[in-house]
């Protein structure tokens, strides 16, 4: 899937490890140096008002405007870490 510029908000599908797909909301955008990242979490567990805790899952746009995965955990723990102070940051305003 080839996006332009993701914004908060976006909801679009991906594909899980047996080609279920699955709908994910954008909770949160940054970028890092020079990639862009989303924060998404399924649309389902954030319509369940019931569910206190949510997944998140950290996705990255790739040089040709595609959604990939994080290659590596040293990059999935630099990603993971900035998108803890801005989700953080938000949550005190």
């Known amino acids: 899937m080839v996006m332009e510029k993701i914004e908060v908000g976006e909801i679009f599908s991906i594909s899980d490890d047996v080609n279920e797909e699955h709908d994910v909301e954008v909770i949160a955008t940054l970028e890092l140096e020079g990639t862009q990242y989303v924060a998404v979490s399924f649309v ?39 998108f803890d102070e801005i989700l953080d940051y938000e949550s005190d305003e």
């Not at 949510?54 to 900035?82: M, R, T, W, Y």
């Open 44 to 82: 389902e567990d954030l319509e369940d008002e019931t569910n206190e805790e949510i997944d998140l899952f950290f996705l990255k746009i790739d040089e040709e405007g595609d959604i990939a995965p994080i290659g590596s955990d040293d990059e999935f723990d630099k990603v993971s870490k900035a």
